[in-house]
């Protein structure tokens, strides 16, 4: 029997990159899944069916825009109606605007910090008490090297993965003595579609061949000159979720190619 087999879990931002990498690797070990994400209907219609007939385990969406604490709240809810638990929350969804402080537009700093760090706690508020009544949880936050680290021009996501950070250890500690977790795991670059349009954009703005550009962005910051995958980043959550991982709470975890280790 597969290890999360009769387990829930909730994947924000999971209808493509490293969100569905992370999906996949928890239905492969038997958990239901709660989808979540923007994308055409059908698309995600078949991408539900497709995992549920490929992996065993029941497979559902839910499109809450995750600015929206109300539309958070009744997609944990939606979760637990649906599967009867929610035991596995990761917060995953994410934006990007990339600017200089000075110039950093005010309504996509609100945007980013929304997304990237509030919907976490409004996510992990929900799910929760859930997670106390059941006496289990893991509770799995992609934050990024940025969390660890800086860089120029992403005032807005840097500021949120720092507070991604300082949230799970808070969450944490809050629950330590409980059979519930809580951990973030760190990414350097990943080739998703977020990752992508930073590419193209290097490639416009440098006249380089979008090959050039994904090398030049690699070669800047992660010494291993290769981009950290979806499903390494989803071998990893599963592991969180093991009872070898049960005394692991508010690690930051890195899978950064070696980008902190300079």
Same mark, same amino acid.
């Given at each position: 029997?597969?290890?999360?087999?009769?387990?829930?879990?909730?994947?924000?931002?999971?209808? #493509?990159?490293? /969100? &569905?990498?992370?999906?996949?690797?928890? @239905? !492969?070990?038997? +958990?239901?899944?709660?989808?979540?994400?923007?994308?055409?209907?059908?698309?995600?219609?078949?991408?539900?069916?497709?995992?549920?007939?490929?992996?065993?385990?029941?497979?559902?969406?839910?499109?809450?825009?995750?600015?929206?604490?109300?539309?958070?709240?009744?997609?944990?809810?939606?979760?637990?109606?649906?599967?009867?638990?929610?035991?596995?929350?990761?917060?995953?969804?994410?934006?990007?605007?990339?600017?200089?402080?000075?110039?950093?537009?005010?309504?996509?700093?609100?945007?980013?910090?929304?997304?990237?760090?509030?919907?976490?706690?409004?996510?992990?508020?929900?799910?929760?008490?859930?997670?106390?009544?059941?006496?289990?949880?893991?509770?799995?936050?992609?934050? #990024?090297?940025? /969390? &660890?680290?800086?860089?120029?021009?992403? @005032? !807005?996501?840097? +500021?949120?993965?720092?507070?991604?950070?300082?949230?799970?250890?808070?969450?944490?500690?809050?629950?330590?003595?409980?059979?519930?977790?809580?951990?973030?795991?760190?990414?350097?670059?990943?080739?998703?579609?977020?990752?992508?349009?930073?590419?193209?954009?290097?490639?416009?703005?440098?006249?380089?061949?979008?090959?050039?550009?994904?090398?030049?962005?690699?070669?800047?910051?992660?010494?291993?000159?290769?981009?950290?995958?979806?499903?390494?980043?989803?071998?990893?959550?599963?592991?969180?979720?093991?009872?070898?991982?049960?005394?692991?709470?508010?690690?930051?975890?890195?899978?950064?190619?070696?980008?902190?280790?300079?």
């Amino acid at each position: 029997m597969t290890q999360l087999h009769g387990k829930a879990a909730l994947v924000t931002g999971s209808t #493509s990159g490293i /969100g &569905l990498g992370i999906a996949r690797k928890l @239905a !492969a070990q038997g +958990a239901d899944l709660m989808l979540n994400g923007f994308g055409d209907p059908t698309h995600i219609a078949d991408l539900c069916g497709a995992l549920s007939d490929e992996f065993g385990v029941r497979v559902d969406h839910n499109g809450a825009d995750m600015s929206k604490p109300e539309q958070i709240e009744a997609m944990v809810a939606a979760t637990e109606a649906e599967f009867g638990r929610l035991d596995i929350l990761v917060n995953n969804a994410g934006i990007q605007h990339v600017a200089p402080v000075d110039a950093f537009p005010v309504e996509r700093w609100d945007a980013v910090i929304a997304i990237n760090l509030s919907a976490v706690f409004h996510g992990t508020r929900a799910a929760l008490p859930g997670m106390k009544t059941r006496g289990w949880g893991r509770i799995i936050n992609i934050a #990024s090297v940025h /969390g &660890l680290v800086a860089s120029v021009n992403k @005032a !807005a996501y840097v +500021a949120a993965k720092h507070g991604v950070i300082g949230l799970t250890k808070v969450t944490a500690l809050e629950t330590a003595e409980s059979n519930i977790t809580c951990n973030a795991i760190c990414p350097g670059w990943v080739l998703t579609p977020l990752v992508q349009k930073q590419i193209d954009a290097l490639a416009e703005s440098k006249g380089l061949s979008v090959e050039e550009a994904g090398r030049e962005l690699l070669s800047e910051k992660q010494p291993s000159k290769s981009f950290v995958t979806p499903d390494q980043l989803g071998e990893l959550a599963v592991f969180l979720c093991s009872e070898a991982a049960g005394n692991m709470r508010g690690a930051a975890l890195t899978m950064d190619g070696g980008w902190t280790a300079q």
